[in-house]
């Protein structure tokens, strides 16, 4: 579904992404975790197109991402993606948030696509919230409403960029939930995430990246137990103590 | 002697309706051009291809940093040489366009620059074109940034059109120096030019300040 081959990034001198190979299956709940500038966030942003590569090749669903002649609007309707800020569009209600790909992208007709963000929008519990803005909702509300706007392209692949880090702790359980359920529904999804508990509990693997390289890959609970790099322990045992 | 002077200037204002016509259409016509032009240029300059950011930014540096009544000249007097031979009206316009232009292009691209990348990225996400990125995301959120200045911007414009009677166009500054030379009461006729200029910015300073307030709320 999602496949890495000998991807190498740089931005200026810095090598982001080295030698990247890795294959996320159908269905498989990816998570990635690593120091802060290790290169994991660069690591999703490439699968849909938002960073450029200089070598490698990443495919999505047979599609080669940076290839010119991939039409990168059919690749991005199939990949769903939630920031770590929101970046819903305050100018509209939330369910225009959800709405305006739908209708401008997928030339969705209106009532139609108001059917299915409203049907989103109770899928992360905020049925109620359609009318709001967002700066009317709280952080954990509003990032609910992004994922609910990911959802509204039918995508096969969610990709989450440390969707709780910008919220407060006592909404972080709301956002996880969301992603729990989905995780059960069988979409592809690869978090950036220093959750350990969401990790423990959906993910199929945890992907472990230090200096742009991928350095451990394991079941989460092998990992989290038992690391097999110095590194991965040493991190491990940081965002444990915290 | 002023008194006398008074009932020849009210004699004339018919003159210095047409002139105050004159100019606020060569205002009017010039603002929407430019408008027009600079939303373009300043949508083409936030974007990220190389040729045009600097193309326009060489573009926005000369029109900006030259005095408007040398602009103007060029236009009248050195844009014929090269085969563009105008009449004043239209190179009033010209020359407006081009200078009014930069200044609104520099405002736009400073809205839209205002606006976190993280916005232009969520919308690429969901597969919007630049286009539309532009259209439904960035600039509704941006002219909150651009519309006082904007306005601003306009005051200033309406004022310069001022210089386009150095070229002959009969507009309310050139009715000022016609007049004067026929009554002597220097005062009394740039009061008058004056005043008619206030009519026509005042509304617009009092909306910018209007939007300004609204904006910032």
Redesign the interface.
């Known amino acids: 579904m999602i496949e890495f081959k000998g991807v190498n990034k740089w931005f200026d001198k810095l090598h982001v992404l080295n030698q990247i190979e890795l294959k996320v299956q159908k269905g498989e709940v990816l998570v990635v975790c690593g120091p802060s500038g290790s290169g994991k966030s660069t690591l999703i942003r490439c699968i849909n197109k938002l960073e450029p590569i200089q070598q490698g090749e990443i495919v999505v669903n047979g599609m080669s991402v940076h290839d010119s002649a991939t039409n990168l609007t059919k690749l991005r309707t199939e990949i769903g993606f939630v920031f770590q800020q929101f970046y819903l569009y305050p100018h509209m209600t939330a369910l225009q948030n959800i709405t305006l790909a739908p209708v401008n992208v997928k030339k969705i007709a209106k009532a139609e696509a108001e059917k299915i963000g409203r049907e989103k929008l109770d899928r992360v519990g905020l049925a109620e919230k359609a009318d709001a803005y967002p700066a009317q909702l709280s952080g954990g509300q509003q990032q609910r409403v992004a994922i609910a706007r990911g959802l509204a392209m039918s995508p096969e692949i969610m990709l989450f960029d440390e969707p709780t880090s910008a919220l407060d702790p006592e909404m972080i359980g709301e956002v996880l939930d969301v992603m729990v359920s989905l995780a059960s529904e069988g979409i592809t999804m690869c978090v950036v995430t220093h959750e350990m508990g969401f990790a423990k509990k959906v993910a199929d693997r945890v992907l472990f990246m230090d200096e742009g390289k991928i350095i451990e890959t394991g079941k989460p609970a092998d990992f989290f137990d038992h690391p097999q790099t110095e590194r991965a322990a040493d991190f491990i045992s940081k965002i444990l103590s915290h | 002697m002023t008194t006398f002077y008074f009932g020849r200037l009210v004699e004339m204002f018919p003159f210095f309706l047409s002139g105050l016509w004159m100019t606020t259409k060569v205002a009017f016509i010039s603002l929407i051009v430019c408008t027009l032009i600079g939303f373009v240029l300043g949508m083409l300059r936030a974007n990220d291809t190389f040729f045009f950011k600097h193309l326009i930014g060489v573009y926005v540096a000369l029109a900006r940093g030259t005095p408007f009544v040398v602009q103007i000249f060029i236009v009248f007097f050195i844009f014929p040489e090269w085969g563009l031979q105008l009449e004043p009206f239209p190179a009033a316009l010209l020359a407006m366009a081009i200078m009014g232009s930069a200044f609104i292009c520099e405002i736009v691209a400073g809205g839209i620059a205002s606006i976190?990348k993280?916005?232009w990225?969520?919308?690429?996400?969901?597969?919007?074109?630049k286009v539309?990125q532009l259209r439904?995301?960035i600039i509704?959120?941006a002219l909150k940034v651009i519309l006082p200045p904007l306005v601003g911007q306009y005051v200033l414009l309406i004022k310069d059109t001022s210089v386009v009677s150095v070229i002959g166009v009969m507009d309310l500054t050139r009715v000022g120096w016609v007049t004067v030379m026929r009554i002597p009461e220097g005062l009394m006729v740039f009061a008058l030019v004056g005043l008619l200029y206030f009519a026509i910015s005042y509304p617009l300073i009092l909306l910018s300040n209007y939007l300004e307030r609204k904006m910032a709320r």
């Open positions: 976190p993280g916005q990225e969520a919308a690429a996400s969901s597969g919007l074109t539309q439904f995301v509704p959120q």
